[in-house]
């Protein structure tokens, strides 16, 4: 059984490891078109900052592919997949015949029409690691940094960058911060934070047009830039599964055990579109413990096993200057809005379940009881909720525990 997987990532790093506890003499090969082994995406900001280095990026030991047998095409980039023949076709010509496929083909930065984009000659995104070496080759001490992007890989590279440039702002279409995963008052609280640490914001505004150093905003207003960093969202790579005939929508199409609609053919990780836990509806959800648990579920039956993943839910947790923020689930049904003396708590409840929750400063502290209760659907009437939206540690005491030791009321 020859294992192919196009994509050098976490939900690649996981299926090798599903597949050599079923199947341990299988060869494996990985095509990944960056010149680097897999590293964390998300720690790209750190190395800006000093934090870490290249080296700690790196997701496994260097070891890692010599002791799982596999063989790595770093730097070569799939064009096409036959799933007839099934066969990978590489840009330098070559092909690759496989017994099963796994696409971890990830997901690019989404690029706008922006007349006179051209004109920019240093312009950047900020979701691979060469993008940011580049960009961290620029910095200077007297650098104006222009991000377009109020999201969060915008804010994260703005967190990186902002002690090592003369200004930073950022642009926004959207009326503020965060848009996708804060509420209102959420948002308001991360910005003032930010404002106070140096950002300057355009928001409810956008690029009109650009030369070489200023941009022209909808609202008139003119920025003055040195670099320009383009950090608008991303979307996922689905053009080789949709050139060869797989089911796809804004992702490639998958169900729990991370089948695409080949039977010979899976998919993981960012460029997917699986089930949601909460809604039950497919969704993209371009989170690393999610490209994990899908690598991991596609390898187990790529090698002949049983699994599935069914606990996929939307879930950020970052810090953003100093201040964590930490969201999970889904902002509908009955909202509970608690009180904290430094920080933000807002929880979500539907049909007797918490569904979603929103979590700032030290409301952050116990988040995993909370994220816990919602991928476990956990019963509320199980549970003294009132108790436990204020001090979540007190989960396990039901309504009779409360009773009988706390002298409450049931």
Known sequence: MHYVMIGNSIASTACIEAIRTIDTEGPITVIGEENHPCYSRPLISYLLQGKTDEARLAYRAAAFY????????QGIRATSIDKEKKTVLLDSEAVLAYDK?????????????IKGLEEVKNCFTFLALDEAKR??????KESRVLILGAGLIGLKCAEAIIDKVHSVSVVDLAPRVLMSVLDDAASEQVRKHLQEQGLRF???????ECTANEALLQSGSVIGFD????????????QLAKEAGLDVNRGILVDEGGRTSNADVFAAGDCTEGPEMISGQKAVL???????LQGETAGTNMAGGEASFDRAVAMNALSLMGLHLITVGRYEGESHLVPCTDGYKRLFVKDNHLVGCI??????????????????????DSLDFTLICEEPLLMAFAKNVRQQHLGGPV
């Open 286 to 292: 371009a989170l690393l413990p999610n490209a994990y």
């Open 135 to 140: 960009l961290q080759a620029h910095l200077r």
């Open 359 to 380: 979590l700032i400063g030290e409301a952050c502290k116990r988040a995993g009881i909370y994220t816990a209760m919602i991928r476990n659907r956990v019963e509320l």
């Open 66 to 73: 010599e002791e799982n047998s596999v063989t790595v095409l």
């Open 202 to 208: 355009f928001l409810g505004d956008s690029i009109r």
């Open 101 to 113: 496929l796994l696409l971890a083909t990830g997901s690019s930065p989404f690029i706008p029409p």
């Open 227 to 238: 670099l320009l960093v383009i950090a608008v969202g991303v979307k996922p790579n689905i």
